[in-house]
Structure formats: structure tokens, C-alpha cells
């Protein structure tokens, strides 16, 4: 088991990139589902060769 000043470091280090990379992930889920409610959920042949 790795103990001490330095373990515990990098625990807090790994426990706040969890954090910012939780954060980064509900950022892009909300930007693609803002980008998919953007679009028609139909769109005509013609268009759809465009």
C-alpha cells in the first residue's frame, strides 16, 4: 500500500482530474444534444442529397 505526503497528493490529483473530466463530458453531451435539437429530425430526399 502506498502511504504518506506524496500518495496522498496524488489522490487529490487524481480525484480533481475526475472532477474537471465529469465536467468536460456534461459540457460536450449538453453542446451535441444542443447541436442535434438544432436540426430537423425529418428533412426532405432532395435535401438530404444536398
Do not use: I, N, Y
Amino acid at each position: 500500500m502506498w502511504t504518506g505526503p506524496t500518495a496522498r497528493r496524488f489522490a487529490e490529483d487524481l480525484g480533481a482530474r475526475r472532477v474537471r473530466l465529469r465536467q468536460a463530458a456534461r459540457a460536450l453531451a449538453g453542446a451535441l444534444e444542443d447541436e442535434l435539437r438544432s436540426v430537423p429530425a425529418k428533412v426532405s430526399p432532395s435535401a438530404a442529397r444536398h
